[in-house]
């Protein structure tokens, strides 16, 4: 069996990089419906939207115009898969990276990491879980958390504060809801082939010589995180739950 297959998926930030990489492993792995939410459809990539892409394989998909630090706005995408059936994976991925600006991080610039990184991750996954609890059979939420939630070196400070703070938001939620059957769990992704990590120049100066310390020698690519996402989604990680996955190469290991 496809590892999708009967499921109705939501992500946030899937109209580019990581997320529509998981939009399109997801309906790649038979979901019945994927619905994508984000601030624009574009992707910053180019190219077609996600969901026309997924159209056009011949799978199931609809965007609608969510903000993640907006609850009424992630309970009105939850609220859309209720025409498939309801909700069974959601992915908490719409995420900023915002440099340090200098030897200390400004004000609003943390707090701009912390509304969308941490409690847009919040909000989203509450909505997911509230409609899940309703609904009475189980699901699934998964956290696109950041190896800068599990260690310092190689990352800004306002960033990975608040990846840390989503890994550990992940444990407590995974606590608080396993026993209505819903899983909760946080992919660690690592250097990652998309526009956010080309929008920052230092960042991409630096990464060759990063590459060539990791294990596995060179950035992953969107798909690859799509992959594991749609496995934590599905019955086939019927036991994981909890966990802060790396997707990185092998980096956080060495
Ligand atoms: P990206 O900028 O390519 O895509 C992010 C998407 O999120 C965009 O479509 C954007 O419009 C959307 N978004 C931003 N703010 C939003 C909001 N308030 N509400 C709804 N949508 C919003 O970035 P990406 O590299 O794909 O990053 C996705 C996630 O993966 C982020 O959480 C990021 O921290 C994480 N991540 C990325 C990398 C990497 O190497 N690219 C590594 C580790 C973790």
Known sequence: TAMLEGKV???????????????L???RHGAKAVIIGDLHDQPREGGETTHALIALSGGTASFRKADVTSRADMDALV???EAFGGIDLMVC???????????????????KLIAINQEGALLSAQAAIAAMIARGKGGSVVMISSMGGLRGA??????SATK?????????????HGPQNIRVNAVCPGLIHTALIESSPAVAAAIEPMCQRMPLRRLGQPSEVGDVVAWLGSPFSS???GVTLPVDGGQTAI
């Open 9 to 23: 998926v939501a992500v946030t930030g899937g109209a580019s990089g990581i997320g529509r990489g998981i939009a």
């Open 25 to 27: 492993a997801a309906a």
């Open 79 to 81: 609220a859309e898969a």
């Open 93 to 111: 991925n719409a995420g900023i990276a915002v440099p340090d600006d200098g030897p200390e991080i400004a004000p609003d610039v943390f707090r």
């Open 154 to 159: 190689g990352f800004t400070t306002g960033y």
């Open 164 to 176: 840390g703070a989503v890994n550990m938001m992940t444990a407590a939620l995974a606590d608080a």
């Open 239 to 241: 036991f994981v739950t």
